[in-house]
């Protein structure tokens, strides 16, 4: 009997130092995933810090105005503006835009550039009333988007007169937008409405 109970002994002490093994095994694995998770996460883009830096060149502007001809944006070239990247669908765009059109018009914001992707019949009839001081175009894909560097929306950047980036950031309100203008109108590189958030 007593041989009997050491083997049964052995046997669980043999069982535990397996169960060990197996576990320290298991927790260098997980330090390599979180190794490898923290690679990825170096690598992804917070979407409220996309854009290009303040003080970058701006992009061409290669889109389709609505009425199908060719649109470079050159239009508001040299003097202060706003470029935005808005969808519809996206509930903070269908918001902002009317009201930005409405503040561009009524020249209480700068002229503005609305970029979207679809067709001009897919927007809602506030953001294609635009009468003069804002231009809606369309992109077939993301190529002026991703130019700018911008991944989320509503992104507005305001582009000074020597065509820079003087601020950038999501914004969801004619507030915030304004913000940005007046960061930009005062050189505060650092003010963009994607750092509040």
Sequence with gaps: MNGALLV???L?????LALAVVLAAMLRSLTHVRADVDAVRAQTRD??????PVGSAVPDIQATALDGSAYTGDRWRGSLRLVAF??????????????MIRGCEDGSLPPAIVISRGRPSEHPAAWRSTAGRA???MER?????RRFD???TPQVFVVTPEDR???RGIATTVAEVSELVAASRAGSRGSDVADRK
């Design 47 to 52: 979407p409220f810090d996309a854009g290009l």
């Design 165 to 167: 980036i003087g601020a």
């Design 86 to 99: 808005a969808h519809p669908g996206c509930p903070p765009c269908e918001d902002l835009i009317p009201d």
């Design 135 to 137: 231009d809606l175009v």
């Design 12 to 16: 669980e002490l043999a069982a535990v």
């Design 141 to 145: 894909s993301d190529d002026v988007a």
């Design 8 to 10: 049964l002994v052995l």
């Design 150 to 152: 911008a991944y989320a």
